[in-house]
């Protein structure tokens, strides 16, 4: 059984988060309210409020307070996921598993809010809005962001790899035609940081913002008007 390179990378970023969250745990606990944040604990509190912010600007306090942990969490998810390039690490994302899983979560929690704030019989009833024969396109509607997230995310990710992939198979050639120092790809080490930037940061980053913010809007938007 060949075991896919994503699979360490999804193992080591798991891993990380967990020790991480053991750690901030750790130091929250030891935290005295009455004093000035600082440190680890300063960084969680800016984080989860700069969540709780974005995420109450299109729903609500009630579902700040129950989506805001989730946000968080796959933010940090995603962001460490999508720069795992620049440390040699095949991005976790670059696996259409993992997005897709990710899709499916967000889809369900959809649904689940759906039928929390308009009851499962207005809910049902939807499916036949406008008229009964739109039933098949409301159900690919509510099915079509579980594609559009998942393949999203995965193709943006793993084209970069492709793309990084391909500079260094030509940069070495490149590299190959001076003797003796052709054999570092001295020229990948010239270019390749530009794009490795552009490709495993900058995109990974705006992949990150772009399914959390369609995560928010598409909650937001099954709940009842303010």
């Known amino acids: 059984m060949v075991i896919q390179t994503t699979v360490y990378g999804i193992i080591l970023i798991t891993t990380i988060i967990i020790v991480g969250l053991f750690y ?41 307070e129950n989506l805001g942990p989730y946000i968080g969490m796959i933010s ?19 696996n259409f598993s993992v997005t897709l899983t990710l899709a499916f979560i967000t ?20 499916f036949l809005e406008p008229f009964a024969p739109f039933l098949f396109m409301n159900i690919v509607g509510k099915l079509s962001p579980l594609i559009s997230l998942s393949m999203r995310l995965f193709g943006n990710i793993m084209t970069g790899g492709v793309i990084m992939g391909l500079v ?10 001076v003797p003796i120092l052709g054999q570092l790809n001295f020229v990948g080490l010239i270019i390749a940081p530009a794009l490795h930037f552009y490709f495993d940061l900058f995109a990974g980053l705006i992949q990150t913002y772009i399914f959390i913010s369609l995560t928010i809007a598409f909650i937001g938007k099954e709940l009842p008007l303010k």
Do not use: C, W
């Open 24 to 64: 901030v745990n750790h130091k929250l606990k030891a935290y005295d309210p009455y004093s000035q944040p600082k440190g680890v604990v300063l960084l969680t509190i800016m984080g989860v409020s700069a969540v709780d912010k974005m995420v109450e600007r299109d729903t609500n306090e009630v579902i700040t």
């Open 107 to 126: 889809v369900f929690l959809i649904e689940k809010n759906a039928i929390k704030f308009n009851g499962l019989k207005n809910y049902l009833k939807g």
């Open 76 to 94: 940090t998810y995603l962001i460490l996921s999508n720069v795992s390039g620049l440390f040699a690490v095949e991005s976790p994302t670059a």
């Open 168 to 177: 260094y198979s030509f940069t070495g050639m490149l590299s190959a035609i």
